[in-house]
């Protein structure tokens, strides 16, 4: 079965014809094959390594750059994504009023626990706690080492 390659996302041709591949580059041009025969010289076999391991890394950085460029719009796109499933799906989130009491009734012993006379490790390590809210209504605390 014949099949156009520039609709195979598998392929090369539709990465590159989608801009998902680095297209024009110069250091992909740097590996292409060069049948000249060359006598053996030892700081040629020397540069020629160097020089290697040197567009090895500019590629990778391009090819970073490259990658970050065409991921740039993702946040902003999952955000909108994120918002419409919130929206769609609103009367499934719990309602506002009786999570802020919750969250009120919540700060306001841990206010009063910290300002306790206790001594300076035992307050060091409340920091180091870590809460969550029950569905019965209490909190949990958690060591968080």
């Known amino acids: 079965m014949k099949r156009n390659p520039r609709k195979l996302k598998w392929t090369k041709a539709f990465r590159k014809s989608a801009g998902k591949e680095m ?6 041009t740097f590996a292409a094959r ?16 160097k020089a290697m391991q040197r567009v090895s890394e500019i590629r990778a950085k391009r090819e970073r750059v490259f990658y970050k460029n065409r991921m740039a719009g993702n ?4 955000k909108a994504t994120n918002r419409k499933i919130v929206a769609e ?4 989130l719990p309602r506002v009023r009786g999570s802020e ?21 035992k307050a060091k390590r409340k920091g180091n706690m870590k809460q969550r809210l029950l569905v019965g209504g209490g909190v949990e605390r958690m060591d968080v080492d």
Do not use: F, G
């Open 34 to 49: 060069r049948n000249v025969p060359v006598r053996y010289d030892r700081n040629l076999v020397a540069t020629t390594l």
């Open 75 to 78: 946040k902003e796109r999952e």
């Open 23 to 28: 297209v024009v580059d110069s250091t992909l």
């Open 101 to 121: 009491k919750m969250q009120e009734v919540i700060e306001e012993p841990l206010a009063e626990e910290i300002t306790l006379e206790e001594p300076v490790q």
């Open 89 to 92: 799906n609103e009367h499934l």
